[in-house]
């Protein structure tokens, strides 16, 4: 199992898909209180419920450690939530962040971080056979069509593609 950092894109759309609980994947999920707030006062189905799951750790994190955090990347623009999870993975030896938030992508990498968004879950877990590969073309469909997550049908298109090499060469 792997433990991962996240900001509250991740919760949030695949909330809207109805597959919150593939994050369950992961052994331990760090994530800033700022982060919780943000996913905790939405309506989607399941995701008040985060707060008691056994494998997601809150932290709460000084402004200050931020404000110095934020000296080191001064003309990139994060909202608060997404900078706090990046602080994190960084102070917490975390090198798996998950977020949707194409600017936080872009940080993380640079950070030398290992980067996924929802997306990337999906196909993980279809790759550790915790859904099969119809759920998984409808969950990333779903992500598409339903979610507010921007992603384009390109993008949508390659993970299905990428899904169905996968199963030809099991």
């Not at 759309?13 to 800033?32: D, E």
């Not at 943000?38 to 809150?58: Q, R």
């Not at 998950?98 to 872009?106: E, P, V, Y």
Request: aromatic share 6%; proline share 3%; charged share 25%.
């Amino acid at each position: 199992m792997v433990e991962a950092v996240s900001d509250a894109g991740p919760f949030i759309h695949l909330a809207q898909v109805g597959q919150l609980s593939l994050l369950s994947m992961f052994s331990k999920i760090l994530v800033p209180s700022k982060v919780i707030s943000e996913v905790t006062i939405g309506n989607e189905p399941g995701i008040k419920k985060i707060t008691s799951w056994p494998n997601l750790e809150k932290f709460t994190l000084s402004s200050k450690a931020i404000n110095k955090f934020k000296k080191l990347i001064p003309d990139i623009k994060l909202e608060e939530g997404e900078m706090q999870a990046l602080w994190l993975c960084l102070n917490a030896g975390v090198s798996l962040f998950l977020t949707d938030d194409l600017d936080a992508r872009t940080i993380a990498l640079k950070l030398g971080l290992e980067v996924h968004g929802s997306i990337g879950i999906i196909v993980r877990a279809y790759k550790r056979k915790m859904i099969d590969l119809k759920r998984a073309e409808q969950a990333i469909n779903d992500l598409y069509f339903k979610s507010k997550l921007f992603v384009t049908q390109g993008i949508t298109t390659n993970a299905i593609n990428t899904l169905r090499k996968m199963r030809k060469n099991e």
